[in-house]
C-alpha cells in the first residue's frame, strides 16, 4: 500500500532528477555543478604579495609630494632622501620656514610621525599606517587582478582573498599554454610608471658611475627596454601612474603600435609645470623599472597627453593598456602554489573518472541483483536515487566536480549499498528464524537502523573535518562523500522501506528466493 | 544467492591471540618501513614543481632527459614515464616564484625539436605551502580520531571508543606501511584516502560493535568471548559482502580511473582489505582484552532504566499532584 515513506522517497528521487537535469545535460539555464579546474582545464594559482614594496612605494611617492611642496612654496631644503625605504630624511637651509614646513607636511602626509633634529628632519610611517598600507596593498591587489582579467575577456575567472596575505586566482577555461603565459604575464606585470628626470649635470657619467654612487646624489640607474643603454635618472619621480585616467592602444606615424595615456588634473598641472621647468632636457618614461623613451622636453607640454612607445607586439600592447588602465600593483605578487592543466587533461580526467563511475555502478548493480534478487532491485533503486540526490544537491549549491569529488561519488556508491546490505541480511536472519515477512521486514528495519545510524555518522565525521581542514580538490572529495552519506540515509533506509511497505501485499512467501533471494526452508 | 549462512558461531576469541600476533607483527613491519624508508612525499608536501608533457607518439625520453639537463637549473630534474608511453613526468624539487616564466613555460622551449608535443599540467607547490599542507593534513587525522573517539564513547562505552580507535590507528599504520614499501607518492589524495579508511574501517568495526551491544541486551550467556563470537559471526555476511562491493568499486577506479587518481585508489585498496580484517579479527579482541564486563555493564543499564522509571515515576506523581 502507498504510505508516507514511499511518498518521501518519489519526492526526493522528483528533486533529485529535477535539479541534476541542467548539470546532466550542461544547459543554459538554472544552476549547475561547475566541472573543477582539474576536469575542465584551467589555471589554479595562490600567490603571495611582496606587501614590504608597497611600503617603499608609498615612502616614495611621499618623497615626491615633499619635493613638490618645497618647490611649490619656494622653501629651500637640501638632501632630500629616502632612507632603507622606510623614511625620508630632508634639511631645511633656512630656520624661518621650519614652522611653516611643519604644518604643510602635517597637512599633506597623513599618518606619518615627523622628527626634527635641528633643521634635519625625518619622516616615518606609523605602525598603523604601516599595517594598513600592507591591507591595502593585498586588496588592491586582488581588485587590480580581477579588473586585468575582466578586461582581458575571460569567463568566470576568480579572484579573492586567502587568509591574511595570499590571493587565489582561479582562471577556467584556457585554451593554450601560450595563452596561459599570456595570463600570467597580464597578471604579475606591476604596471608601475613612472615620468623620471634624467640628471642632465651628471649624465655622461652614467656608463662608469656605480648604483651606489648614484644613489649618493639621489640618482638611479636604469636600462632601456629593448637596449642596453643607461640611464641616469633623479629617483624621486615627477609623478607616477596613479595620476593616469586612461590608457589606450594606438599607432604613431611608422603605423608602430604605441599607447596614450592621459593624467588628470592633478597629474596635468605637475606634468605642465615640471615640462614647462625643464625644457631642453630630457623625461624618461619608466613602465616596471625599464626606460621606454627619453625625449628631449622642446616645450611646455599642457593637457597631460603622454606616449609610450617601445616597439611593441600589437597583443604586447594590447595587454600593457590593461594593466595601465587598471592601475599599477602596489606590491609584487609571486607564486606560492601553481595548478595548471590543459584542457586535453580535463577530458582524459573525465573520460577515464567516468568510466570508472560506470563501470562500478555496473557492478554493484548485478552483483546486488544476483545476491539479493528483488530486494537487490530494491535497494539499486535506491542507489540511483542517491546519485540524482548527490547531482541535485550539489547543482543547487552551485557545487564544483573534482576528480577527487568524482572518486568520492564512485566511493559513495560502494558504501550506500551498504546499507541495504545490512538490512537485507537482518531481514534474510529473521525470515530463516520463521518470523512472517511483515514482521522480518519491520524489525529487520529497526534493528538495522542504529548500526547504519552509527556507522554513518562516524564516516561522516571523518568528512566533515576532511572538509573544514582539506584544501581545494579535497573538499570536493569530502563534499561528495558527505552528500552521499546523508542522501543514502533517505534514499538507502527510508526509500528501500518504503518500497517494501508499498509493495508488501504483493510478496509472495513461496517466493522468497525471488523476493529475498533466500530459500525458503526458513518459513515453515 | 546466500554464500554465508550462520549455522552455529564461529570459535574466533579462542585464537584471538594468533590474530593478535599476525596484526603485531605487521604493526611492528609498516612502523619499521615507516621509520627507515620514510614516506615518498610528493609534489603536495615537499614542494616542487612537475610538468606533465603528451606526445603524440611514444615519448622520446632519453631526448626528453637530454634538452632538458643541458640547462643548469634542470640538471637535478627526474623524467619518468607517466601512465602510458606517450605521457611523461618531468619534475624538480625546486619551486619558482616567478608568475610570468615558469618550468612549464621553459619545457615548451626546451623540448622544441623532441617531437609532436603538448604541456599537459605544471603544478608548482613552494615549500612553504608544502609544510602548511602537512600540518593540516595531521591536524585534519587527529581531529578526525578525537571526534570518532567522543561520538563511540557518547553512543557504546569508553572501552568500544578505545578499542575501534585502537582498530583505526592499526589500519592506518599499515595502509601507510603499504604505501611505503610500494613507494606510492604521497600527496593530498592520498591523506584524503588515509581519511577514508579511517571512515571505512571504523564503520566496518562499529556494525560489529552494534550487534555486540545488541548481544549483550538480549544473550543470556554473560561470557563477553561467546557473545562476541555470535555476533561477529552474524555479522559476518554483511562485513565481507560489503567489503567486497567496496573492494570491486575501488577497484575499478585503481584500474580504469586514470593515473592521477592510482596513488589514492592503492591506499583504498589496502585500507578496505586491512579494515576488513582488523573489524573481525582485532577490534574485538581488544574489547576483552580492556576487560569489558557484561554483568557489570547490564548492572549499569538496569541501575540506570531503574533510575529513568522512577524519575517517570516521581514525574507522573508530581503531575498527578500526588506530592
Given at each position: ?48 604579495i611582496?606587501s614590504?614594496?608597497a611600503i617603499?612605494s608609498r ?52 599618518g ?16 598603523d599606517e604601516v599595517a594598513r598600507t600592507k591591507q591595502n596593498a593585498i586588496s588592491q591587489a586582488v581588485d587590480t ?16 582573498k ?167 600593483l602596489l606590491a ?193 | ?323
Amino acid at each position: 500500500m502507498i504510505n508516507y515513506r514511499v511518498i518521501l522517497f518519489a519526492f526526493a528521487l522528483l528533486f533529485g532528477v529535477v535539479f541534476s537535469v541542467p548539470s546532466l545535460t550542461q544547459s543554459e539555464q538554472g544552476k549547475k555543478i561547475t566541472l573543477g579546474l582539474d576536469l575542465q582545464g584551467g589555471l589554479h594559482m595562490l600567490l603571495g604579495i611582496k606587501s614590504e614594496v608597497a611600503i617603499e612605494s608609498r615612502i616614495k611617492s611621499m618623497a615626491a609630494t615633499v619635493k613638490y611642496i618645497f618647490d611649490d612654496e619656494e622653501i629651500i631644503f637640501d638632501e632630500l632622501r629616502m632612507v632603507d625605504g622606510e623614511k625620508i630624511t630632508f634639511e631645511l637651509l633656512d630656520s624661518d620656514d621650519v614652522s611653516k614646513t611643519k604644518a604643510l607636511l602635517k597637512k599633506e602626509l597623513e599618518g606619518t610621525v615627523l622628527n626634527e633634529n635641528g633643521l634635519k628632519f625625518s619622516i616615518e610611517m606609523t605602525e598603523d599606517e604601516v599595517a594598513r598600507t600592507k591591507q591595502n596593498a593585498i586588496s588592491q591587489a586582488v581588485d587590480t587582478i580581477r579588473t586585468r582579467l575582466d578586461s582581458f575577456g575571460l569567463a568566470e575567472p576568480t579572484v579573492a582573498k586567502q587568509g591574511e596575505d595570499k590571493i587565489l586566482v582561479e582562471v577556467p577555461g584556457i585554451k593554450t599554454q601560450e595563452d596561459e603565459q599570456r595570463i600570467r604575464e597580464l597578471i604579475a606585470r606591476a604596471a608601475h610608471l613612472q615620468l623620471m628626470a634624467v640628471d642632465e649635470d651628471r649624465a655622461a657619467r652614467v656608463s662608469t658611475m656605480s648604483a651606489a654612487e648614484a644613489q649618493s646624489f639621489g640618482d638611479v640607474i636604469l636600462t632601456d627596454v629593448n637596449t642596453p643603454e643607461k640611464y641616469l635618472l633623479r629617483a624621486i619621480p615627477v609623478l607616477d601612474g596613479s595620476m593616469l585616467t586612461d590608457a589606450k592602444v594606438g599607432f604613431d606615424e611608422n603605423n608602430q603600435p604605441v599607447i596614450n595615456f592621459t593624467l588628470n588634473g592633478q597629474g596635468a598641472k605637475i606634468f605642465g609645470d615640471f615640462t614647462g621647468k625643464y625644457v631642453g632636457k630630457r623625461m624618461a618614461v619608466v613602465l616596471d623599472n625599464d626606460v621606454y623613451s627619453a625625449p628631449n622636453i622642446n616645450e611646455r607640454i599642457g593637457g597631460g597627453r603622454v606616449q609610450i612607445s617601445g616597439r611593441f607586439q600589437l597583443s604586447e600592447a594590447h595587454d600593457l593598456a590593461i594593466a595601465l588602465r587598471s592601475g599599477a600593483l602596489l606590491a609584487p605578487v609571486y607564486v606560492m602554489e601553481k595548478r595548471s592543466v590543459g584542457p586535453s587533461l580535463g577530458a582524459d580526467n573525465i573520460k577515464a573518472s567516468m568510466l570508472a563511475l560506470m563501470l562500478g555502478f555496473i557492478l554493484v548493480v548485478i552483483f546486488m541483483i544476483l545476491y539479493y534478487g528483488m530486494a537487490g532491485v530494491i535497494a539499486n533503486v535506491a542507489l540511483i536515487g542517491n546519485l540524482f540526490l548527490i547531482l541535485a544537491v550539489m547543482s543547487l549549491f552551485g557545487a564544483t566536480l573534482t576528480l577527487p569529488g568524482m572518486a568520492g561519488i564512485v566511493l559513495t556508491v560502494g558504501m550506500a549499498v551498504d546499507a541495504n546490505v545490512i538490512i537485507n541480511e537482518r531481514i534474510r536472519e529473521l525470515l530463516h528464524e520463521g518470523k512472517s515477512i511483515a514482521k522480518s521486514i519491520e524489525e529487520g528495519y529497526n534493528k538495522a537502523f542504529t548500526a547504519i545510524l552509527d556507522a554513518n555518522v562516524t564516516t561522516l565525521i571523518a568528512a566533515v573535518v576532511l572538509w573544514a581542514y582539506g584544501t581545494g580538490p579535497l573538499k570536493g572529495f569530502a563534499l561528495t562523500m558527505g552528500i552521499g552519506i546523508l542522501a543514502s540515509m533517505l534514499t538507502a533506509i527510508v526509500g528501500t522501506h518504503g518500497i517494501y511497505q508499498w509493495l508488501l501485499p504483493k510478496i509472495n512467501k513461496k517466493k522468497l528466493g525471488f523476493w529475498f533471494g533466500i530459500k525458503t526452508e526458513g518459513n515453515k | 544467492m546466500e554464500i554465508f549462512k550462520y549455522k552455529a558461531p564461529l570459535s574466533l576469541m579462542s585464537k584471538s591471540k594468533r590474530f593478535g600476533l599476525v596484526s603485531l607483527a605487521l604493526l611492528i613491519i609498516s612502523i619499521g618501513l615507516i621509520v627507515t624508508k620514510g614516506f615518498n612525499y610528493g609534489l603536495d608536501f615537499a614542494g616542487g614543481t612537475l610538468v606533465q608533457v603528451h606526445y603524440k607518439e611514444k615519448a622520446p625520453i632519453a631526448k626528453v632527459r637530454a634538452a632538458i639537463t643541458k640547462v643548469k637549473e634542470y640538471e637535478n630534474a627526474s623524467v619518468t614515464y607517466f601512465g602510458n608511453d606517450n605521457e611523461i613526468i618531468i619534475r624538480t624539487k625546486k619551486s619558482s616564484k616567478s608568475l610570468d616564466k615558469d618550468m612549464g613555460d621553459a619545457m615548451r622551449v626546451l623540448l622544441k625539436g623532441t617531437g609532436d608535443f603538448e604541456v599537459r599540467r605544471v603544478d608548482i607547490v613552494g615549500a612553504k605551502v608544502g609544510s602548511e599542507l602537512r600540518e593540516k593534513g595531521l591536524m585534519a587525522m587527529f581531529l578526525s580520531i578525537l571526534g570518532i573517539l567522543i561520538y563511540v564513547s557518547f553512543r557504546f562505552e569508553w572501552r568500544f571508543a578505545i578499542a575501534s580507535v585502537m582498530a583505526l590507528i592499526h589500519d592506518v599504520t599499515i595502509a601507510m606501511g603499504a604505501v611505503v614499501l610500494f613507494g606510492i607518492e604521497v600527496n593530498l589524495d592520498t591523506l584524503a584516502a588515509l581519511l577514508t579508511i579511517l571512515g571505512y574501517s571504523l564503520n566496518d568495526t562499529i556494525i560489529v560493535f552494534d550487534r555486540i551491544r545488541e548481544g549483550i541486551n538480549t544473550i543470556k550467556n554473560p561470557d563477553l568471548g561467546s557473545i562476541i563470537d555470535e555476533s561477529v559471526t552474524q555479522t559476518l555476511s554483511r562485513t565481507t559482502l560489503t567489503s567486497l562491493t567496496t573492494f570491486f568499486v575501488v577497484l575499478t577506479l585503481f584500474m580504469f580511473g586514470g593515473e592521477i587518481i592510482k596513488g589514492f585508489s592503492f591506499t583504498l585498496l589496502v585500507g578496505v582489505v586491512v579494515g576488513t580484517y582488523s573489524s573481525i579479527f582485532v577490534a574485538s579482541p581488544i574489547l576483552m582484552m580492556l576487560g569489558f564486563s557484561v554483568s557489570d555493564y547490564r548492572l549499569k543499564a538496569a541501575e540506570k532504566a531503574k533510575r529513568a522509571k522512577e524519575k517517570d515515576k516521581m514525574r507522573a506523581m508530581y503531575e498527578n499532584g500526588t506530592i
